[in-house]
């Protein structure tokens, strides 16, 4: 049975996606305040010997987020799409997750 997929809820908020190096810096701004963050990647292991980072998928707490809470005990989060191919400078990136004040939670950490 395949479940056919609705428009996405109003209370999630559409990812941003990271295209230039300032977004990239406000992306890291925002991420240098949180405790806690999300991190996923895909690859593209499939078809190559030796696998290539094509998605970063970062999600964080959105404290700045005014919209009204469905439910209420859901935190406003943001979810950040980087393109790694796009991009070549990520010593700030590898500088918060090696940072031992911040939980980062991955997923699928096996594959990464």
Known sequence: MTKTRGPRP???????LV??????????????SEPLIALDTESDSLYRYHPRV???QI??????ASRPQN???LL???D??????KFHRFQP??????DPAVEVILHAAEND
């Open 59 to 64: 999600s964080a707490q959105d404290r700045e």
């Open 76 to 78: 406003p989060m943001v």
């Open 93 to 98: 990136l590898g500088e918060l997750l090696a």
């Open 71 to 73: 439910p209420p005990d």
């Open 19 to 32: 295209r230039s190096s300032g977004e990239f810096a406000e992306m890291m701004a925002h991420l240098r």
């Open 10 to 16: 109003s209370n999630i908020p559409a990812p941003r």
């Open 80 to 85: 950040y799409l980087l393109d790694p191919l």
């Open 54 to 56: 094509c998605l970063i």
